[in-house]
């Protein structure tokens, strides 16, 4: 079965500076993606970047980055430039390359100071 | 851009009855995804549909069930509800099975009195 680990209940960021978030994920299968979502106080989920394991590039929205390191199957967000509204809890997603479905990680609260 | 539309946004039931949730997904979208999401906790898979077939079942209980019908919409019909059931529902759509990017709703905060 796949696993999904956030070893980071809580994180917080000065506005403008870099936070980075950490995901591990365990899995045997060779087809999947992984996934970072976003959950503000309004419960929305929102995705905010996606990364196809067959790729060694590591994906980039703007200002988040990920840095996928598929051997130690690792996953981390990079936020740069942090601002206020980036402040919400932030889902890390196995997502399997056969049904689709998500498997999340226990998620991280990221406070963002003025 | 047209989004994953779920009704009712709040549903207010007492213990024992019945609810029904609907999920409207994304034109051209063809499979829908349902989540629970208790207080404070990750969204957990409860069932998945891909052109109006089962695709995938996670830790739905046995009183619940879902279809998707022919105009790809789907409905999660809760019975016999109990206290625990109460959580935020999430519908997600994507195109296809398999990596494609999920779009999620806005949810359904089912509350069980």
């Known amino acids: 079965a796949q696993t999904v680990t956030q070893s980071q209940p809580e994180m917080s960021v000065q506005e403008a500076e870099t936070v980075t978030l950490s995901c591990t994920y365990d899995?045997?299968?060779?087809?999947?993606?992984l996934f970072w979502y976003k959950q503000p106080p309004s419960r929305q989920m929102i995705l905010v970047i996606r990364?196809?394991?067959?790729?060694?590039q590591n994906a980039t929205e703007n200002r988040f980055s990920v840095n996928f390191q598929k051997a130690a199957k690792s996953f981390s967000l990079k936020i740069s430039d942090s601002q206020l509204g980036d402040a919400a809890m932030y889902f890390c997603?196995?997502?399997?390359?056969?049904?689709?479905?998500?498997?999340f990680g226990q998620g991280t609260t990221l406070q963002v100071k003025p | 851009a047209a989004g994953v539309i779920q009704s009712p946004r709040h549903l207010i039931k007492e213990k024992r009855e019945t609810a029904t949730l609907k999920c409207y997904p994304i034109?051209?979208?063809?499979?829908v995804y349902w989540y629970q999401q208790g207080p404070g906790q990750d969204p957990q898979f409860l069932i998945s549909?891909?052109?109006?077939?089962?695709?995938d079942k996670g830790s739905i209980p046995d009183r619940f069930s879902a279809q998707q019908f022919s105009d790809y919409h789907s409905e999660l019909n809760m019975s016999s509800l109990e206290l625990g059931d109460s959580a935020l529902y999430f519908c997600?759509?994507?195109?296809?099975?398999?990596?494609?990017?999920?779009?999620f709703g806005s949810g359904t905060q089912l509350s069980v009195l």
């Open positions: 997600a759509s994507s195109l296809g099975l398999g990596g494609g990017k999920l779009f």
């Open positions: 899995t045997s299968e060779s087809d999947y993606y």
């Open positions: 990364q196809e394991a067959y790729k060694q």
């Open positions: 997603a196995y997502g399997s390359g056969n049904t689709g479905k998500l498997i």
């Open positions: 034109p051209r979208h063809d499979t």
């Open positions: 549909f891909y052109e109006k077939m089962q695709s």
